[in-house]
């Protein structure tokens, strides 16, 4: 099964952008993954999922248009473009692996983005 | 509005039993397959459990299994998550999250709130 590897954290200036990374482990480079945002104290919430020809379907519900994501080998990003201050969350991807009885769903360990 | 509401959870001993429960509204629950999620304190996700729309298939991560058992009942929109002989490790918070109409196909794209287990004696 995949291994999905983030940064553990990443900042970024009121309005500016940041880009977060997760890569796939070596030989998955066909997978799709999912984007999930958890504010401090809440639930996660789907943002959007990304494969290497870009969004993969449709945002989730309320995802602000400054959020954009892209794919390129192993690695899937996601993108916060004018940062605002609700944005500081932790991010998780994850993806999908195998079906029938061997089916797994894993995460990456999540990076926790500040707003400066 | 999609709304999916966890409840359930608790402080228990080592050793025994829980059994989450996950009602869910605004959508056809009986077209969707379901997940739990979670995540013990201060640490990322960790996906536990899911389930076909109509419940025929179950998956569960090689940790839990033998342990916890997923199902569904579609009449009453109600997803549910029974934890048997559990562990120190197995404390966290429980989400349950809205699928696709195919396991793994699409993400989650709505969670509940979350339920918190605790396992201590």
């Known amino acids: 099964q995949p291994v999905l590897t983030q940064p553990p954290s990443a900042s970024a200036s009121l309005g500016a952008s940041v880009t977060l990374t997760c890569t796939l482990s070596s030989g998955y480079s066909n997978y799709k993954v999912d984007w999930y945002q958890q504010r401090p104290g809440k639930g996660p919430r789907f943002v959007m999922r990304?494969?290497?020809?870009?969004?993969?379907?449709s945002k989730g519900d309320g995802i602000p248009d400054r959020f954009s994501v892209l794919g390129s080998g192993l690695n899937r990003y996601l993108t916060i473009d004018n940062i605002q201050e609700e944005d500081e969350s932790d991010y998780h991807c994850g993806a999908d692996h195998g079906s029938g009885s061997n089916f797994v769903y894993v995460f990456g360990g999540g990076t926790k983005v500040t707003v400066l | 509005e999609v709304q999916l509401l966890d409840s359930g959870g608790g402080l228990v001993q080592p050793g025994g039993s829980l059994r989450l429960s996950c009602a869910a509204s605004?959508?056809?629950?009986?077209?969707?397959?379901m997940t739990w999620v979670r995540q013990a304190p201060g640490k990322g996700l960790e996906w536990v459990s899911a389930?076909?729309?109509?419940?025929?298939?179950?998956y569960l991560v090689d940790s839990v299994k033998g342990r916890f058992t997923i199902s569904r009942d579609n009449s009453k929109n109600t997803l549910y998550l029974q934890m048997n002989s559990l562990r120190a490790e197995d404390t966290a918070v429980y989400y349950c999250a809205k699928e696709g109409v195919v396991v793994g196909a699409e993400g989650f794209d709505y969670w509940g709130q979350g339920t918190l287990v605790t396992v201590s004696s």
């Open positions: 990304v494969g290497t020809g870009g969004i993969v379907g």
């Open positions: 389930i076909s729309a109509g419940g025929h298939n179950t």
């Open positions: 605004g959508f056809t629950f009986s077209s969707f397959a």
